[in-house]
Structure formats: C-alpha cells, structure tokens
C-alpha cells in the first residue's frame, strides 16, 4: 500500500464506478465539475464513453455492469465478482484519495464497505430505492459510505435518521432538460408537421429490454395507427445494436409501412416533440416528466424474473413520476397487463383528454423546479471536503 508521504506526492487521484449508460451521463458531469476546482485530479475505474472522453482512465467498460434483473445477473455473476475482486486490489494497493460510486449499488456497496475499511473515504451517488424496496440496505450504506449523494428531497432525511452524512444535490437532468427545445421548435428540427398527432416510443436503452419490448411497442403503434391514421410515431435508440433490434421486429411485425421514425439517440427531442409517450419504466418516465410530458409507463421482463422481484416493494408504483408524486399521476401498465390492445387504448385515452395533458404538464413544471439545484456543482461542493482531508 502506497505510504501517506507518497499519497501527498502525487497527483490527487479519484476512483470511480458506473454502471451503467444514466451513470456514465452523472459521471461525466461530476468529472468536470470537480476538475474546476482541482484541475490536475485524475479518475480511474469503471465507465463509458462520456466518462472516457472527460479524461477518466476506463479500467473496465459499464457494459460489463449493465445487466438488469436476478436471471440476467446470475448469468454473468461469476464475471461481474471478478471484476470486482480486481478493481478492489487495484485500489488497496495504490488507493485513491477518494472513491465515488456512481448508483449500481449491487457492485458499488460491497466494494465500498472494503475499500472504507482500508481507510478510503467513500461516496456514493445516487441513492439506492430504499424508500421502495429493501429497505434494510441502509444499515449496509450507513458501514460502507462516508458521504451519500441524493436527487431527491425527500430521501435526505431517511439517511439523516440513520446517522448517514447525506447530501441532496438535485437532479442533473432537471438541469440538463431546461435546454432540450420545446414542442414547436423541436418539431421543426425533426421535420414533424405541428398539427399532427404524435406518439414517442421508448422501450429502453438495453439489449435484454428490446427482447422482451420491441414488439409489444410496435404491435402498440400499428393499432394506435389502424384507429387514428394520421397519427406519427418516433422511435429514439441508444446504439447501434438496439436499433437494430427495433428494426428487425419492424419487419418481424409487417410493419414497414407505419408512419414511424427510427432515431439514433435523440430520445429527449423525441419527447419533447411528442404529444403522448410510451416509455419502459426507468430514468426515461423522470425525462419525460421533467419535460412536461403525459405518458403511459409499461415494462416486461422474463417471468422468473418477475416472480423473484413481485411483492418485494413496499410501494403500489413502479415509475418515478408516481413514486415523486406519490399518487398515480399517469398509467402504468406492467409484465402480464402490458399488451397493445391495453396500451394503445391508454395513449389514446390521454391524446384526447385535453385537460388531464394540461393538469401533467402543471404538476411536472413543479416537479422540475424542485429537483433543479445545478447538480453537477453541488455533488463537487459534497466531495470536495473528503477530497481535501
């Protein structure tokens, strides 16, 4: 292990996890905000390409992290513990002055709790959903973690019960969103005529979520579409491999010829141009609210995984927008209920209900100006003072 003298002699050094594409965007962000303050600091860990391109070291790409549910997990646990293993050596020999996980708390908190042991001030970004399910992870957190990082208000005093240093420092996408262009512009830039009906489809940013959502969203679309013709449709993907995916069950569902966009990327002016969203529950319901949006949330995963996660929550609401408004504020049809006929008939429910739009759109503005705080910055201003000590 690296002596003190020879911690101070070097450069300021940061060890960092996300897991992953939603962490990669946090820890891009923090990697900058941090560097305004300490210009020279240098990040090593596990990232993406924003990361990567913020000039952080990528010892292992978030791909190999970015698995959801206990099946998919189990599949690849043998690999994701190694790689765990390894970066936990790598930091106990030459450690960091500081270590940030960002959110993935299955491989952020057990590398935390070993690598506090051995004396590195942790943080960890992102709350885990105590407030949801597993609760008693935060007697877990409160051994593994120096310092918590939160987005939203209301987590701050469950952590500050418990005698865990918290900080909320709002979320970066209320920030980010202020800048995505409204409906108008946004339409303009997609080269969408204003007066038609438009349908955002979003249903997800992973390969195992396209398996199970690529061709219930398309089956959506095409009966949205046999009883409202000249409604259009926009269909933002996160890489190449999963607009593939949606592309091949495009034509697996004989639907060449529905009046739908593929985009890659571009999800926010998607919703933004939208009048109505189907989006798979996860970060993309939050952008959507934090937009203004009215949306129908739907999600499907393997039965197995469903059986091993159903009746583990402690709340009746899986998307965030219900979970911050604490009442069903929009639609969520989920796992065995999600079929086109269901979802179809509630995006068409909200399209012509003119005053509940108007209603969302009011109580998503509030929403958005309670979680806007320049989030970046203020996760720098937490950090700093365990970076400095």
Do not use: C
């Not at 790689?83 to 996980?101: K, N, S, Y």
């Not at 979520?209 to 269909?235: C, G, N, V, W, Y």
């Not at 593929?262 to 937009?291: I, K, N, P, R």
């Not at 269901?342 to 003119?354: C, I, V």
């Amino acid at each position: 292990m690296a002596s003190s003298a020879e911690r101070t002699a070097r450069r300021r050094a940061i060890g960092i996890v996300a897991g992953e594409a939603s962490g990669d965007l946090l820890g891009s962000q923090l990697i900058a905000a941090l560097r305004e303050f300490m210009p020279q600091l240098h990040f090593t860990g596990i990232g993406g390409p924003r990361m990567a391109a913020a000039g952080m070291e990528v010892l292992f790409p978030l791909e190999k992290l970015a698995v959801r549910g206990y099946i998919e997990v189990l599949k690849h646990f043998f690999e994701i513990v190694g790689i765990r293993r390894r970066l936990r050596r790598r930091f106990i020999a030459d450690p960091p002055d500081v270590f940030i996980g960002i959110d993935a708390p299955d491989f952020n908190l057990d590398l935390e709790l070993s690598l506090k042991a051995h004396g590195i001030p942790t943080v960890h970004y992102v709350s885990p959903a105590i407030w949801m399910w597993r609760g008693e992870r935060i007697h877990k957190i409160k051994r593994a973690v120096s310092r918590m990082l939160t987005l939203f208000p209301f987590e701050e005093p469950l952590y500050r019960q418990a005698g865990v240093d918290v900080a909320f420092v709002g979320h970066p996408l209320a920030d980010m969103l202020e800048q995505v262009p409204r409906r108008s512009a946004a339409r303009e830039q997609l080269r969408l005529p204003l007066a038609a009906p438009v349908i955002a489809l979003l249903p997800g940013s992973r390969q195992s979520e396209l398996e199970h959502m690529a061709d219930l969203f398309i089956q959506t679309a095409k009966a949205i579409s046999a009883r409202l013709p000249h409604a259009l449709f926009l269909a933002p993907l996160a890489t190449r491999e999963t607009r593939a995916m949606f592309e091949a069950a495009l034509y697996r569902n004989a639907a060449a010829d529905l009046p739908l966009t593929v985009l890659f990327g571009h999800s926010q002016d998607a919703m933004s141009a939208a009048d109505v969203v189907l989006v798979a529950s996860g970060t993309a319901t939050l952008e959507a609210a934090l937009l203004g949006k009215p949306m129908v949330i739907t999600y499907k995963m393997p039965a197995a995984s469903h059986w091993l996660l159903k009746g583990k929550g402690y709340l009746p609401y899986y998307g965030l927008p219900n979970i911050l408004a604490g009442e069903f504020v929009v639609p969520e049809i989920i796992q065995d209920d999600a079929t086109p006929q269901n979802l179809s008939q509630a995006l068409l429910n909200l399209l012509g209900d003119e005053p509940v739009r108007a209603r969302l759109e009011r109580k998503f503005a509030a929403l958005s100006a309670s979680l806007r705080r320049g989030a970046a910055r203020q996760a720098a201003l937490a950090v700093l003072p365990l970076l400095e000590a």
